[in-house]
């Protein structure tokens, strides 16, 4: 597991900007339930982004990461990924729902058209909002969402950049993962990870790094010696600079991808 249910993100200075925030409820382009929290900048003046949770779907920690870009000038959609299994109503499941044993259902139940088709409505609302066609979208992964983010550096979501944390790059119960799909991923990856996660060897970073390199991918590879996976969280004292440098790549790398023409 990556966050507990109370886990919240680490702040990153001070907001540029006010900020207003509500649920959503959209609709996949299969025709599923989308349960969906976005937060939209007053004055917006960066990428607008896909936030992909990990595991156990949408949750505080998303929600709260969706203010704090936000609060940066970038317009901001988390989505869970469980409508179809569970219902999109995530705010009453119950608290157990959480746990490894009674997410496994739903995540084995889970498939790439219906990820994509999530994927894809929630891209499409990013892109309807006011002043979008001035503006990028970007994606921003944890954990599995990590390496969803990867994913959707693949040319068809037409994205202006991808960032992962911790997402496994490697193929992954006889699914191929973003080293298999590297000459496929287009879009630039800023890939993040914790030098002392023991599920992502550094071989395995290093390998997922040579297949960008090898396609031709811009990409940056950033591992944080001693780190542990899940590091980016408020509170995580240890890492607190290790904190303080994801935000400042996350910020850097989304508006050096960012085409602003207003």
Known sequence: M????????????????????????????????????????????????????????????YEELTKRLAEQGMPAVAIDYFGRTAGPDHRNRPAEFGELSKLMPHLGALTRDELYADFDAALAHLRALPRAQHRSVISLG?????????????HRFTLSAAIGLYGFPDALRGAPGPIQLAPELTAPILGLFAGADDGIPASMVAAFDEKLAAAGNQREIITYP?????????????????????????????????????
């Not at 959503?24 to 960066?46: H, I, N, V, Y």
């Open 2 to 61: 990556c966050y507990d249910a109370d886990a919240l993100p680490p702040f990153y200075g001070s907001p540029l900007t006010a900020v207003s925030s509500a649920d959503l409820l959209l609709t996949a382009t299969d025709g599923a339930p989308l349960a969906a929290f976005r937060s939209l900048p007053d004055e917006p003046t960066g990428p607008a982004v896909l936030v992909l949770p990990d595991n156990r779907g949408l949750s505080s920690f």
């Open 142 to 154: 944890f954990c599995m969402g990590g390496r969803f983010a990867f994913l959707t550096a693949h």
């Open 226 to 262: 001693g780190a542990t996976h899940g590091f980016f969280e408020a509170g995580s004292g240890a890492f607190e600079h290790e904190c303080a440098d994801v935000w400042r790549r996350i910020l850097d790398f989304a508006r050096k991808h960012t085409n602003l023409d207003d």
